[in-house]
């Protein structure tokens, strides 16, 4: 967190309208507990789950079992990303619709996870970070968005505690949409962000587009 207000201090920005997907959406809302946000969405944050229960050892073995099967697999999987088919094999976990996916999507998918330099610390990160603290009055909005066929962090599963830590946030549900929606659906969720952060945009789009 301190890097990025950091970031935001070397850019002159006071606060910005922020949207993050998975650790970045934790991120996000942490950014707005600091006072950091104008808006936040949320996309299926992490965080959702009690130190040593279920949800995190699920996660957990999740996510060693992907890196297990990219350090054997991924130049397999790189090549089975030219096919329909190969692509919903090895991303049907990410996406709801893996088979319309471009190769070249498929690919950098792919290749991020498995040469993700940090990895390992995330996997201890998940470990050892404590959870979100709830946050009653936030000093902007906030919206959280989850796609219905999330694999990774199931609505149904990991919703729950976010719902006590943001009891006065705003919650959509996007069907037929799986735990990447900027891939899935790119088109709904770029309104459903503006919706939030520039509402004009999403209302009044020739108006918003001309200032």
């Known amino acids: 967190m301190d890097v990025l207000e950091a970031k935001l201090d070397a850019l002159g ?13 934790w991120l996000a809302i942490e950014l707005a507990r600091r006072g950091r946000a104008r ?17 995190q050892m699920r996660l957990l073995r999740q996510f060693q079992r992907t890196k297990l099967l990219l350090s054997v697999g991924a130049p397999v999987a790189l090549r089975l ?17 893996p088979e319309r996916l471009s190769p070249e999507q498929a690919r950098l998918l792919i290749e991020r996870v498995w040469r993700c330099e940090v990895y390992d610390q995330l996997l201890e990160a998940m470990r050892t ?29 990991y919703a729950t505690r976010w719902r006590r830590i943001l009891p006065t ?30 509402p004009a945009a999403v209302e009044r789009p020739n108006e918003a587009l001309a200032s």
């Open 13 to 25: 920005l006071d606060d910005a309208h922020v949207a993050g997907n998975s650790l970045g959406g």
């Open 39 to 55: 808006s936040v969405v949320a996309l299926a944050p992490g965080g959702g789950w009690e130190p040593g229960s279920p949800e």
């Open 81 to 97: 990303s030219d096919s329909s088919i190969g692509r919903a094999l090895c991303l049907y976990q990410a996406v709801a619709h």
């Open 129 to 157: 970070e404590p959870p979100p603290a709830p946050l009653q009055n936030p000093a902007c909005p906030i919206k959280l968005i989850w796609g219905e066929k999330d694999r990774v962090l199931p609505l149904e599963i």
């Open 169 to 198: 946030a705003q919650w959509e549900v996007l069907p037929d949409v799986g735990h990447l929606p900027m891939f899935d659906a790119p088109h709904e969720l770029a309104e459903r962000i503006l919706s939030l952060s520039c």
